[in-house]
């Protein structure tokens, strides 16, 4: 086992015996949130907290949960925020890796990186801070009413939101260094992804994930392929946002060779489907980035099973 992945359980008996300051200060430590306007507890007697304005949760409260630093030999396994000195190294493999035939020295960024947790890994023995993967993580918790996330500009995923009873996790901006694409990067990532699941009690992690190509006909075999054998449960179901929706027809199930088309994917698509991983309906156009993107969704049960041996419901 690669991690030592431990789990605090509170003894249900013994929760009568709180004294008031520490009831107390377990309120205010659970409330704290950074928002864009102010806060508004409605209840505290069920600890439900609600906002006027798109909220995120303090990375302090999170802070041994969301956190990571893991030495295998050669490499560091860790998670850092978009303050740390590495920042800019992760950036710079997003653009080279997103971007690898422009001409600008601009590096990969948006206004989702300061909200993000970034799980990267080092590869020590050229640099401490030759960073060679990354993914970066938005999660949003159970209290936490709404979340922006960067999905919901490319795909309708209001399913998704409808219950505030999981806990997700938008896993995005996957990318490994161009000299280190043989598969042991991307699994360490995802041990890293596994522990964070663990820590955080997630219940579902979604994301986009791209073929290497803005013009969408020259998938259509392999998405029909995903809408016949990996599609959503209706109840988790996704849509396209219309105006960069890839406008195709569905081939017809009989057409298609089964084990081809799984074999003409993209790796890590490939690879979320090796642990369960649903794929919804329909793909958009990004002609940014020059892909076409479906999303992705996993029970973060199925993730675990591989790459964590632990019990899941030892943890819920």
């Known amino acids: 086992m690669l991690f030592l992945l431990k789990v605090d359980q509170k003894n249900k008996s013994n929760q009568g015996s709180f004294s008031k300051v ?59 925020n978009d303050s740390h000195s590495l920042i800019n190294k992760v950036k710079e493999l ?4 997103f971007f690898k035939n422009s001409k ?17 890994v080092i590869d020590k023995s050229v640099a401490d801070d030759f960073v060679v993967g990354t993914y970066r993580l938005l999660l949003k918790p159970k209290l936490l009413d709404r979340q922006r ?48 699941i663990v820590n955080n009690r997630v219940d579902l992690i979604f994301g986009c994930a791209s073929f290497p190509s803005s013009n969408y006909k020259l998938f259509i075999k392999q998405l029909s392929y995903l809408y ?15 105006k960069l929706k890839a406008n195709f027809n569905v081939m017809h199930k009989d057409t298609i060779d089964v084990v081809q088309e799984f074999r003409n994917l993209p790796p890590l698509i490939k690879a979320y489907i090796r642990v369960g991983a649903w794929i919804g309906p329909g793909a958009i156009v990004d002609l940014k980035f020059d892909t076409t993107d479906v999303l992705i969704v996993l029970n973060s049960k199925k993730i675990l099973k591989k790459y964590a041996q632990l019990s899941f419901e030892k943890i819920h």
Not at 34 to 58: A, D, L, M, P, W
Not at 168 to 192: F, M, P
């Open 228 to 242: 016949h054998y990996h599609r959503t449960p209706k109840s988790l179901r996704t849509r396209p946002v219309r």
């Open 22 to 80: 520490e009831k107390l200060r377990d309120f205010f430590y659970k409330i704290r949130l950074v928002v864009n306007n102010f806060i508004y507890v409605k209840k505290s007697s069920n600890k439900k907290i609600e906002t006027n304005s798109c909220t995120y949760i303090s990375r302090a409260i999170f802070s041994n949960s969301r956190s990571l630093d893991i030495h295998l030999g050669r490499f560091n396994l860790k998670i850092i």
């Open 94 to 97: 997003r653009q080279k890796s």
């Open 149 to 196: 996330f960067y999905s919901e500009s490319e795909f309708d995923i209001s399913n998704l939101l409808a219950s505030n009873k999981n806990t997700l996790l938008e896993a995005g901006r996957s990318c490994v260094h161009e000299q280190y694409r043989d598969g042991r990067i991307i699994r360490l990532l995802w041990r890293g992804l596994a522990t964070y």
């Open 104 to 120: 600008t020295k601009q590096s990969d960024s948006d206004e989702y990186d300061k909200f993000c947790d970034h799980l990267v």
